[in-house]
């Protein structure tokens, strides 16, 4: 399979394309508003890969051609970016890819991480609005601890909810979350779920805040 | 330890009941509307701990009785009925009590759960604001799936946020959490950060409803 991720050189990006290069035989594309920038990502999430005695098919370029590439283009970019980049990659997906979003929308104040949802009720409602008709929208990743899942040497063991209305597609993703050593989806239901799903994020972030023995929390269900 | 279970007839008060008559020496005072009612669930109660070899230091009355025996009251009601309970056993709360707030205001449609807070914010800010001046709230217990928790014969593997704004409060609480056999406290800050731990009780309700693998669906984070 061909996975895709648009802001594929930001922290979660990072995480996943390193995960799935060295997990799985997809092939993994990064892609940036700066191709060029996703080139230098690549040759050093290779080094990352090499220093671990693992490699993967790796390769960036710019968003759009990112999500051409992608049977699963993942929206890596923070929630107030997330409608301009499907926008402008809309003309890239066609009606067999599946969308991936795993931005969640928050505010900080002095007592912690707050969830802070935009008008269309979830940011993965806002990216089934801004996606093309016929492409299936799913909300997965959404609050993995970046730290963690980039470092190749912690083994890793979380679970992340996935939300959907394509069953398919849904499948789909909760499989390539399985991919990744560690990693279990849990099936949460449609797109109208997808705000209790974000939620979850500023929740661990804030134990990670208050909790003495919980840092860059993940979560488990069972 | 006194503590009392404001509605404690009903199912996550009985299964706080059992665990903690069998856990603990604390003495647990199970209220209702009906200090009948709550005479005849503690014979209940005693009969199942006693099924199982086990027995506690239970008492019912009226919830007034049970807030004023109480060092720690948690309110075990349902969130519409929350801000009436508190309001009616005000006078019988001290400066040196705990509420505790367990309740999540959910509304239900075809797609699941769903969070549904009051205008307070959160359902234990809202017990915060009927609370009577000076008594410490404290919000904990929301998302413990009461079947497994009040079957003696299961062993129970859970983690509950606990958030509030007086420190030594949300110890005593976690603490008691803790006095669980299973039961592990995570600290998630004070009680402008209740709406996130609120949100997680419909999110485990849809991962119930959609997982195969999940049912009576409880959280761990680490």
Chains 1, 2 share one sequence.
């Not at 999430?45 to 990112?66: F, I, R, T, V």
């Not at 929630?79 to 499907?86: E, F, I, N």
């Not at 809309?90 to 991480?113: C, F, N, Q, R, T």
Request: hydrophobic content about 45%.
């Amino acid at each position: 399979m061909d996975v895709s991720l648009l802001g594929g050189t930001g922290d979660i990006g990072e995480a996943l394309a390193l995960r799935w290069a060295r997990d799985t035989d997809h092939a993994v594309v990064v892609g940036s508003r700066d191709a060029e920038r996703a080139r230098e990502r690549v040759a050093d999430y290779e080094d990352e890969l090499a220093a671990h005695g693992a490699a993967g098919d790796l390769s960036g370029c710019g968003n759009e051609e990112a999500a051409a590439r992608g049977d699963v283009a993942v929206c890596a970019v923070p929630a107030y970016h997330l409608a301009d980049t499907v926008e402008r990659v809309a003309d890239a997906l066609g009606p067999d890819d599946i969308l991936v979003s795993p931005a969640v929308g928050m505010k900080h104040d002095e007592a912690g991480a707050h969830y802070n949802p935009p008008a269309a009720g979830s940011v993965t409602a806002l990216a089934a609005r801004a996606a093309p008709d016929g492409v299936a929208v799913v909300g997965a990743f959404h609050s993995l601890p970046a730290g963690p899942l980039s470092d190749l040497d912690a083994s890793f063991e979380a679970d992340t909810p996935v939300v959907g209305d394509d069953d398919a597609a849904v499948e789909t993703v909760a499989g390539l979350a399985e991919d990744v050593e560690g990693l279990r989806a849990r099936r949460a239901g449609g797109l109208d779920n997808a705000s209790e799903v974000e939620s979850l994020a500023p929740l661990l972030i804030n134990i990670g805040e208050h909790d003495d023995d919980c840092h860059d929390v993940r979560v488990q269900f069972g």
